[in-house]
């Protein structure tokens, strides 16, 4: 497992839990979406990116996101969730974070997904340029 997250600057554990099953007795596939984004928000708050209520009002919104679903994960589980910049995806606006979802009962990945953030102007809602200081945190 550690070989596999090594690449991961966020690395969050939870657990799976009996609610996020659904009639088909697996976690439901909306779920994974939420894994992502508690991931793609520690790694937020990691770099100071979640403090848009400042004098620009810039921060983050999501514009799209993919899942691609490899095993099912059941409760109870243990599950690893992780969050990435790929670095050559950082445009002018936006830039795209990868993420993994490992189980540990099943000892291998269960779901990898992407996420491309826009920089948003909350104030004038419209998108924004990145800022230089977030830039440099997103390239290191």
């Known amino acids: 497992m550690q070989e596999l997250l090594k690449d991961y600057p966020t690395v969050i554990s939870q657990s799976v839990q009996w609610g996020d099953m659904d009639a088909a007795q697996h976690v439901n596939n909306t779920v994974y979406l939420r894994y992502f984004e508690s991931a793609r928000i520690e790694f937020f708050n990691q770099v100071g990116f979640m403090d848009f209520s400042g004098d ?55 779901a990898e997904g992407t996420s491309r953030i826009v920089c948003y102007d909350y104030k004038n809602r419209q998108k924004a340029l990145i800022p230089s200081e977030l830039r440099e945190k997103l390239r290191s």
């Open 56 to 110: 620009d009002g810039v921060g983050p919104i999501l514009a799209e996101a993919s899942c691609k679903y490899k095993a099912p994960l059941t409760f109870p589980d243990n599950i690893k969730i992780t969050a990435r910049i790929l670095t050559d995806s950082i445009t002018e606006y936006g830039f795209t974070m990868q993420h993994v979802v490992y189980s540990e009962k099943l000892n291998r990945i269960a």
